[in-house]
């Protein structure tokens, strides 16, 4: 059986859409990052009260609505859920300033943020699989990870001059509301505008040998479908640990730290942020380019040169040196960024079409439990230690095991092509 299949350029637009969403959630989850001084002397409560009100409740209903997010996703399509998220967030920042000066109410509101927030993660491997053709997937996926870290350096720096402005942290966190309504108008226009593509699904269940039931339960069965769910956990696992140890490791004093200073440990973590940007797309260039689409040798690297580069920073003759630190900064971050894109690439290229959201939305959603691992992790042995050392050997060691995983990311021999051809028209 041979199909062609028209995808027009009113898909560019869709992947701008994407962007921008994805870009007014992180901003949404990062904001009261750099505020949470003005948060709890407020509030009149402790910073770990006002760190567990923000961001804990925002990061833990994000996991969860990523898993139920990916299954809306399928069920009623990529506009609904899009337009239902972001007004979620709306909603959330703007009630702020209004009820959320007292620890139950902003720990609430947070919550509806994070609701939010989870299901426009989870899209992706939908989008990508409906509206692009499977040699442009991996760079959609890689999209949604520079989005995500743009997003995150964008409220690192709105958001203490918004509240310099204002004074007030409460109506800082209405105004970044701004960028989810440009990302809802562009989402109407995409939900009145052309259609994804009639793509009758490539992929079927083909192993006689399985008993008959949904698509969504075959790929459960798959042992590669939780292979996939394990290396996003994992590298969360690496890069969650990893953002939280490192610049306090760089900015105290010896012997705990290196003694350089939270001036110089901000710098230095930006362009780590930028190259982790970089890395997010060039991973699906190089997946596309370099390995003929195949998402594995992509994973093994991203995960490989993480460990190594990441452990790098603890030895004396890198760290020592700012701009030797400075380049095993930006390698780390430009590596790390390979793993979560291309297992989602991965999805979208191996799983039936209408299974997607479902199969994606469970693996992000999941996976992202893998960053509370890392920073429990890491603290547990900070406290045991009173040093860095032994936090940032559990990132290597985890980043290891993640490449050992990673060597059985396979295409799930259940599902075979159903189709011969598959032919862009733009």
């Known amino acids: 059986m041979s199909t062609t299949v028209e995808y027009t350029r009113f898909r560019w637009f869709v992947l701008l859409t994407m962007c921008i969403a994805t870009m007014a959630t992180a901003v949404a989850l990062i904001s009261p990052a750099p505020l949470m001084g003005p948060i709890a002397k407020a509030m009149g409560i402790s910073l770990g009260e006002a760190t ?38 709306i909603v959330g ?38 509206w692009f053709p499977a040699h442009e997937r991996p760079i959609v996926t890689g999209v949604q990870g520079m989005s995500m870290g743009l997003g995150i350096a964008i409220g690192f720096v709105v958001a203490p001059a918004l509240f310099q402005s204002s004074g007030d942290w409460a109506i800082t966190m209405a105004w970044l509301s701004v960028f989810c ?27 006689p040998e399985i008993v008959a039931g949904s698509d969504f339960k075959v790929a459960l069965q798959q042992p590669v479908t939780w292979v ?10 690496v890069s969650q640990a990893f953002n939280d140890l490192t610049p306090a490791f760089i900015a105290v004093e010896p012997p705990v730290g290196i003694g350089l200073g939270p001036m110089t440990a901000g ?15 060039m991973g699906g260039v190089i997946s596309e380019k370099i390995f003929g ?38 390698i780390a971050g430009f590596f790390m960024s390979f793993v979560n894109p291309q297992v989602m690439a991965f999805i ?16 992000m959603g999941i996976g992202i439990f893998g960053g509370t691992a890392g920073v429990i992790a890491g603290s547990v042995a900070l406290h045991a230690t009173d040093l860095y050392q032994m936090s940032i050997n559990i990132v290597g060691v985890i980043a290891v095991i993640g490449l050992i995983v990673a060597l059985w990311l396979n295409p799930p021999k259940a599902f075979c092509s159903i189709s011969s051809n598959e032919n862009l028209k733009a």
């Open 52 to 89: 567990g009100a923000t961001m804990g409740a925002f990061t833990f209903c994000v996991a969860l609505s990523c898993i139920v997010g990916g299954a809306l996703v399928d069920r009623v399509g990529v506009p609904r859920v899009f337009i239902g998220s972001l007004l979620l967030v």
């Open 93 to 130: 920042e703007l009630l702020t300033p209004v009820v959320g000066h007292t620890l139950g109410a902003l720990t609430f509101l947070r919550a509806i943020e994070g609701a939010g927030t989870g299901p426009v993660m989870a899209a992706v491997t939908t989008i990508a699989a409906q």
């Open 181 to 207: 309504f440009i990302g809802l108008a562009l989402t109407l226009i995409v939900a009145f505008g052309p259609k994804a593509p009639v793509v009758h699904d490539t992929l079927a269940v083909c192993d």
């Open 228 to 237: 996939g769910v394990l290396c996003v956990f994992l590298l969360s696992w």
């Open 267 to 281: 710098k230095m973590m930006m362009f780590y942020q930028i190259a982790f940007m970089a890395g997010a797309v």
């Open 293 to 330: 689409g195949r998402a594995k040798p992509v994973v093994i690297m991203g995960f490989l040169l993480s460990a190594v580069f990441c452990l790098s920073i603890k030895l004396p003759f890198v760290f020592s040196n700012e701009g030797t630190l400075q380049f095993c900064l930006i």
């Open 348 to 363: 979208s290229k191996n799983y039936p079409e209408h299974i997607t959201g479902k199969v994606g939305g469970m693996t």
